[in-house]
């Protein structure tokens, strides 16, 4: 059974740092294909940021510059290093996890494209 535990989240102010975590169990983690979402009061989930099984990483325009996606596969954990925060950043960290996504490459950012997630980890940005 495929068990996704997120971890990291906090409160930071503007222009700090923060780095989540998702350990993954129950499955073969170098086979699937993983992903960060996001989910503000009152806003569908987005996608953050994914990274397919040779490491090729993808980001929303919103955080190209400022994250990045990374993997240990001897851990089994999923990465989200988030640098220069911004309070429209504030929201529900989700890590989700997909064996066979129809679609690849910038696809991999759609949350249908999933159907594993964690419960997600929560990340305040002050101004």
């Known amino acids: 059974q495929v068990q996704l535990v997120e971890s990291g989240g906090g409160s930071v102010q503007a222009g700090g740092s923060l780095r989540l975590s998702c350990a993954a169990s129950?499955?073969?983690?170098?086979?699937?294909?993983m992903g960060w979402f996001r989910q503000a009061p009152g806003k569908e989930r987005e996608g953050v940021a994914a990274i397919e099984r040779d490491g090729s990483a993808f980001y929303a325009d919103s955080v190209k510059g400022r994250f990045t996606i990374s993997q240990d596969n001897a851990k089994n954990t999923l990465y989200l290093q988030m640098n220069s925060l911004k309070p429209e950043d504030t929201a529900m960290y989700y890590c989700?996890?997909?064996?066979?996504?129809?679609?690849?490459?910038?696809?991999?950012?759609?949350?249908?494209?999933?159907?594993?997630w964690g419960q997600g980890t929560q990340v305040t940005v002050s101004s």
């Open positions: 129950g499955y073969t983690y170098s086979s699937y294909v």
């Open positions: 989700a996890a997909e064996l066979n996504p129809p679609y690849g490459g910038s696809w991999l950012l759609i949350p249908n494209e999933y159907n594993y």
